[in-house]
């Protein structure tokens, strides 16, 4: 059973577009992570939060923790965002994360 | 550069010739875990390690064993590989929990 789903499982977007990827969770966590995963394979961080929003250039990551739900926005989408991204939690109870099956992203330019 | 080395990136074997992959941390990270990755079920964890010489099953540890006799590295090894072991598997370390993991560049694993 994943107790992590991520909305919507494939994304096609226009280049410039605003891009919110959704991710809800099931259990009480704390913490939050975000990665992306390149059409290569290789995973790399974006984000590890457990409360509020935390910004790194175009990419925005929210975390409601009363609601179990966090999004992670692209502001002016482009071509080179082409990616999986992946949520995963922690919860409160354990010593390892629980991944989403990831939303598989497309930028046209 | 901070980072997870992971060995090797592609590999092809037969039923039941033992192998490992292995894998190396220079963060001096406690955190170590591997991770394999099937289509439609995302990441899955095999087995983590918290520190030296702690070890623990993740949720698929059939198949699989590891060591950690050192901080740094952290080798999975595959006694009798078996045509379902095949797999795109990852390497992870983190420290304090608040920088999130940084994994290894992955390794291709079929079994014939």
């Known amino acids: 059973k994943n107790e992590v789903e991520q909305s919507p499982q494939n994304l096609t977007a226009q280049e410039g577009e605003f891009i919110t990827i959704n991710c809800s969770y099931s259990v009480g966590i704390s913490a939050l992570h975000w990665l992306q995963q390149h059409p290569g394979g290789g995973i790399v961080s974006l984000f590890m939060l457990s409360s509020g929003k935390k910004k790194h250039g175009r990419l925005i990551a929210t975390i409601n923790i009363q609601e179990k739900h966090s999004s992670l926005h692209i502001t002016a989408s482009h071509p080179r965002d082409s990616a999986v991204y992946i949520c995963a939690v922690l919860p409160n109870t354990g010593n390892q994360f629980y991944f989403g099956t990831g939303t598989s992203l497309t930028v046209i330019p | 550069e901070a980072q997870v080395t992971q060995n090797p990136r592609y590999l092809i074997t037969v039923t039941g010739k033992k192998l490992t992959v292995t894998c190396s941390q220079n963060m001096n990270h406690e955190y170590m875990s591997w991770y394999r990755q099937d289509p439609g079920l995302g990441l899955r964890q095999i087995y983590y390690?918290?520190?030296?010489?702690?070890?623990d099953k993740g949720d698929v540890p059939e198949g699989y064993k590891v060591s950690r006799k050192e901080k740094r590295n952290f080798p999975l090894i595959l006694e009798s590989p078996s045509p379902n072991q095949t797999s795109l598997y990852f390497c992870a370390s983190r420290g304090h929990l608040g920088n999130g993991y940084t994994f290894g560049s992955g390794t291709r694993l079929t079994v014939v």
């Open positions: 390690s918290m520190n030296v010489e702690v070890t």
